[in-house]
């Protein structure tokens, strides 16, 4: 049935773009050092658990009530509330998740931004242009501004097409390109002197470290963003789906592919260091520990490539396309947060949500890069480490507590009419229900502690 707010045309079309939401910049500079810092293939280990055991349900929660409401997050929740005040927390928290996705795109965008000028300062260099690439690789209010609009032009270019002929057009065609990508950079440096030490620390299990209960928290805080939980992305994303689709098994694929670009960015990152102290660069920090996050993107690396001539350009060119098409896919499903949520509250167009909500998080990014010192840590901190745990606190009370549980499983027997006897039902309403409120507010407490 081809609805009029738009559904995916295909599984694959469904895993590539919520895949392609999931894995960003997170995945690629956050998961790998945190990695070798914290127990090697321990850390791992117990990264793919939790997310399997706890990111999962909860991206489960967000795709079962979205494709149950086919509607945007403020609408699904008070779709699935018994009475007047439990319709209007929904909406609230709906209205708190659709903010929250736009502040997350006002700062992802100026990170993408860079990406973007890295990538053209590649090809500069292969022209001798030595004044525009140090133009673009050096942090100027022009060169933010001017990229974070050209990143954020491609967003919004993207997501005004709809959900067909943009999100599911876009994340099928730059998906694959991610993998490949990665996996030549991966199969390339693999090759290089030094490249094995990396590989090491990345691999050595160190459970002492990777057992402790704080890094366990971590761990479970990085699932959540990696699998853009907790406002309302995967829900919008869930409510495109067509009604035969098995839910359970294509966010099992969505988690899987997550998980498996996180650990293949490892190969790449990791050995890419060594190589880079094996040419001389410095890859620790003052405190012993391996330098990671924008850093390790924007001096480290760079750094290496310089230090490989002609080749040098060409990896670092194809690694800040590969980062620039990670951030792409992600922004375009924060982005579709509040856009969907305007069209089908107020009944704009398409074009003019679009437009109107993409400029408005615009100039939330100009004001944040007019205050950067004050504001870019702040926005991270509010959105990332304090509103999307509790958000997806909500979510999961809702699919849990709030949401009649006939109701529930009359959903997911639409593509799965045996999902009763399934592994699933017996173990993932409790999960959703007790294990990942329990948990979700324990993380919480630690953030505000650590
Ligand atoms: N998951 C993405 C990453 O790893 C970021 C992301 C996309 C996101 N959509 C989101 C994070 C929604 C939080 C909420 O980089």
Redesign the pocket.
């Given at each position: 049935m081809a609805s009029p707010r738009g559904e995916f045309s295909s599984r694959f079309g469904f895993v590539m773009a919520a895949a392609g939401?999931?894995?960003?910049?997170?995945?690629?500079w956050?998961f790998p050092t945190q990695a070798a810092s914290n127990g090697g293939a321990a850390f791992l280990l117990v990264y793919l658990v939790l997310a399997f055991t706890l990111a999962y349900p909860a991206l489960m929660a967000e795709l079962i009530i979205g494709r149950h409401a086919h509607a945007n997050a403020v609408n699904a929740l008070r779709l699935i509330s018994p009475n007047t005040a439990l319709r209007n927390l929904g909406a609230a928290t709906g209205i708190a998740g659709f903010i929250?996705?736009s502040l997350?795109?006002s700062f992802?965008a100026i990170v993408a931004g860079w990406m973007l000028a890295f990538c053209l300062s590649s090809l500069a260099s292969l022209l001798d242009m030595a004044v525009l690439v140090s133009w673009l690789t050096s942090f100027g209010i022009g060169r933010n501004v001017l990229f974070m609009l050209i990143f954020m032009a491609f967003t919004i270019g993207i997501i005004s097409a709809g959900v067909r002929d943009g999100i599911e057009r876009w994340s099928a065609r730059l998906m694959p390109a991610l993998l490949l990508t990665l996996f030549l950079l991966v199969v390339y440096v693999l090759t290089l002197d030094g490249a094995m030490d990396g590989l090491r620390v990345y691999l050595l299990p160190d459970f002492e470290r990777a057992l402790s209960p704080k890094l366990i928290i971590a761990a479970l805080g990085a699932a959540?963003?990696?699998?853009?939980?907790?406002?309302?992305?995967?829900l919008i994303y869930g409510s495109y789906i067509n009604d035969d689709e098995n839910l359970p098994v294509v966010g099992g694929l969505v988690t899987l592919v997550?998980i498996l670009i996180?650990v293949l960015a490892g190969f790449l990152v990791l050995p890419a260091m060594y190589v880079a102290l094996h040419n001389g660069v410095e890859i620790f920090s003052a405190t012993g520990e391996l330098i990671s996050e924008d850093t390790l993107i924007f001096t480290v690396l760079p750094e290496l490539f310089a230090t490989m001539g002609f080749t040098g350009i060409v990896v670092s060119f194809t690694f800040f396309f590969l980062m620039s098409t990670?951030?792409l896919t992600?922004?375009i499903?924060?982005l579709e947060?509040p856009v969907a949520y305007v069209i089908e509250e107020h009944g704009l167009k398409r074009k003019t949500a679009v437009f109107t909500i993409g400029g408005i998080i615009a100039i939330a990014s100009i004001v944040i890069l007019l205050n950067f010192e004050a504001l870019f840590g702040l926005v991270i901190a509010f959105?990332?480490r304090y509103s999307?745990p509790l958000l997806g606190f909500m979510f999961c009370l809702y699919a849990g507590w709030v949401w009649h549980r006939d109701a529930l499983l009359q959903e997911l027997r639409k593509g799965n009419p045996g999902v009763e006897h399934s592994l699933f039902w017996k173990i993932w309403p409790w999960y959703v229900k007790l294990v990942c409120p329990v948990i979700i507010v324990g993380i919480f407490v630690q953030s505000l502690w650590g």
């Open positions: 939401s999931a894995v960003g910049l997170g995945n690629i956050g929250v996705a997350i795109l992802y959540f963003f990696s699998l853009s939980l907790g406002v309302g992305t995967m997550d996180a990670a951030a992600s922004s499903s924060m947060v959105t990332t999307q």
